[in-house]
């Protein structure tokens, strides 16, 4: 791979140094500090736009699904829906994080070219292989006790989580070179084309939850058609005209350091990937395990209340709000991946502070809002088919400030993985979900008094778990990821 951004290349008067690589000055006086942080916050602006603008279209997508599908049939949908994005999460996610953060901490080092992806490779067709292995010999137990009968929504569920595995890489790859624009891009497609079957079924040009879920399947291979710009873009980079950087790169003290760094063996590869299997896995629950308990305990999905799919509406408030600072969350893993490589503290640690405060802001605002109009809000989008079932004032603001304490927990948990904390990081997630999921399974099982076990469980439980990872955070101040340790030592 050919050097690329000018701020990231190496001063040749550190060419003798293993221990530096700080990048040369762009003649604009600024320190790397100012330049980085600026990268950050266009970074996370750009991926804002595409971000919110997916966002919008998956709630689109949700909420045409449950105006024109029965309840017994949005609930099957829905719980298609959980089930894939869960185990999307759980196997592919990781590797997204692993790719994002090798990439950009070797690029701050200097090292901008020959990636290591042959460790992030095999785990994702690893990850993949199992849930192929997994899905056909319980093929009979999913598509019977999950989809009630229903082949369509089996094939649908197994063909879109192997297609999501191009799609997971890709991303990845897309973070750590910090290509914004084509990450929010990629999901900005994804989203859109998984809408439109949901409106062709609104436009009465087909019918039945299989058609709806059909966008399920279909988005991953659609969103893959941004890479050609990402290829072109890199073939456009040639080293010519990058002679200072090449002869930083250049000698012996500069062999030592490609060895130390692109040594991302298997072995470290696969510890950083579980640990985030667990970071994942329990968010994951805390987002979906109201939805699957809730099914488990009734029978069933097949319901003639629609139970299910009022679970997963309310926790829709969730859902929309994360994959919109999933933004801000994709561009601050490289960003402090690249100031730990270079023990930048003090911008770490600002960089935390600001995207916690606006954070926080943003959750308070939502609580509020949904205290004041959040029942009639949600009739009006999402429908009222049950009278049996409401949305409560205070429950849906008890959401609404969990949603808020779950943005900050994953800025924390991106500043343990950007420091080597990984595996800190899963033991409080996983804690946290399994309080969570021993609080909702002993509650009630149906109506109302279920609904508002859901709502109170995950508000308390985000609560004990930015609590947690806010004490990891604070002990890892000083501290540098394991990696940048033997690097710069």
Known sequence: MSLTDRRDREDPRDAG???????????????????????????????????????????????TSSHVLSPAAYSRISLCWAIMFVILSVIYRPIEQLLSRTIAGRRARGLLHSHPLRVPATLQIGFAAAFLAISLALRHQIQQGMFDGSQTLYLILVVGVLAYAGSYFA???????????????????????????ALVVAFGLASGQGAVGLGMAVAPFVSLSVLPFAFSRLRGRGPAGTPAADAALE?????????ASADLSLARGADFAISVVGVMLAEQTLMNAGVLIVAARTGGVNLTTGLVGFVFNVMLIVRAPLQLFQAIQTSILPHLTSLD??????????????????????????????LLVGPPVMRVVLGDRDPALSYGRLGLAAVGLGMGLHLVSGTLNQAALARGQARWAASAWLLSAALFVAFVASGPSGGDPAITRVELGYCGTTAVLCALLWLIYRRGRGQAAPEAATIRA
């Open 171 to 197: 991303r990845g790859w897309l973070a750590g070179h910090k290509r914004f624009e084509l990450y929010g891009g990629l999901v900005f497609v994804e989203a859109t084309s998984r809408f439109i079957p």
């Open 341 to 370: 490589a270079r023990a930048n503290a003090g911008e770490f640690a600002r960089a935390v502070r600001i995207t916690v405060l606006a954070i926080a802001a943003f959750g308070l605002m939502v609580a509020l809002g949904l």
């Open 251 to 259: 000698g012996p003290a500069n062999a030592a350091l490609e060895e």
């Open 17 to 63: 140094r293993p221990g530096r690589s700080a990048p040369a000055g762009d003649g604009s006086g600024r320190s790397d500090g100012t330049r980085t942080a600026e990268s950050f916050g266009s970074g996370a602006r750009i991926l804002s736009i595409g971000i919110a603008s997916t966002g919008l279209f998956t709630f689109a997508y949700l909420a």
